[in-house]
T-cell receptor, first 115, second 116 residues
Framework: DTGVSQDPRHKITKRGQNVTFRCDPI?????LYWYRQTLGQGPEFLTY????????KSRLLSDRFSAERPKGSFSTLEIQRTEQGDSAMYLC?????FGVGYGYTFGSGTRLTVV | AQSVTQLDSQVPVFEEAPVELRCNYS??????LFWYVQYPNQGLQLLLK??????LVKGINGFEAEFNKSQTSFHLRKPSVHISDTAEYFC??????????????FGQGTTLQVKP
């Protein structure tokens, strides 16, 4: 068990470009979450998967954002036509499906800078 | 809507002194409560959690927290801090309206600065 892995760790992109981030959860974890953390703020929920099904999306997740989790394993988060306001740390977390009280295992995050 | 308020954005403290980081939440219904720590350029690590039972919860690294239902608070404490405790600390609550999704609502964070 190597924990939750996120790739890349850092991404600098020009405004208007598309970016894709990858998250590899702990293998036996059914649930996968994406959060966004801007400077000086706590993480904000973006979306959640139970296996391959995307069960909830935040209003923060505009039409430019899309997330997938094919086959219930790794997940990708794509941002199209990036804007400067998208600059943030994108955190992935996974947990087993039994009980919300278990808590998450977070990855180290992908820091996105849009210039 | 559920919200979490961390009352102090920064807490400076000298090494070996006690510290308390304050957290209040808005919900009056049963919730699960968590404290996470984040070191620079890293993800969040779970310090401790309250699910039910004893209101005093002990976590890793010598931290503990006390759940107070009447005051809707979940303050984090450590009797003697170390330089290595310097980090960002986040209080979080499960969203009671989210069923069993496990979605968390986080506070804004408190920066603990331990000085030698």
């Amino acid at each position: 068990d190597t924990g939750v892995s996120q790739d890349p760790r850092h991404k600098i992109t020009k405004r208007g470009q598309n970016v894709t981030f990858r998250c590899d959860p702990i293998s036996e974890h059914n649930r996968l979450y994406w959060y966004r953390q801007t400077l000086g703020q706590g993480p904000e929920f973006l979306t959640y998967f139970q296996n391959e099904a995307q069960l909830e999306k935040s209003r923060l997740l505009s039409d430019r954002f899309s997330a997938e989790r094919p086959k219930g394993s790794f997940s990708t988060l794509e941002i199209q036509r990036t804007e400067q306001g998208d600059s943030a740390m994108y955190l992935c977390a996974s947990s087993p499906s039994f009980g919300v009280g278990y808590g998450y295992t977070f990855g180290s995050g992908t820091r996105l800078t849009v210039v | 809507a559920q919200s979490v308020t961390q009352l102090d954005s920064q807490v400076p403290v000298f090494e070996e002194a006690p510290v308390e980081l304050r957290c209040n939440y808005s919900s009056s219904v049963s919730v699960y409560l968590f404290w996470y720590v984040q070191y620079p350029n890293q993800g969040l690590q779970l310090l401790l959690k309250y699910l039910s039972g004893s209101t005093l919860v002990k976590g890793i690294n010598g931290f503990e927290a006390e759940f107070n239902k009447s005051q809707t608070s979940f303050h984090l404490r450590k009797p003697s801090v170390h330089i290595s405790d310097t980090a960002e600390y986040f209080c979080a609550v499960s969203d009671p309206g989210s069923g069993n999704t496990g979605k968390l609502i986080f506070g804004q964070g408190t920066t603990l600065q331990v000085k030698p």
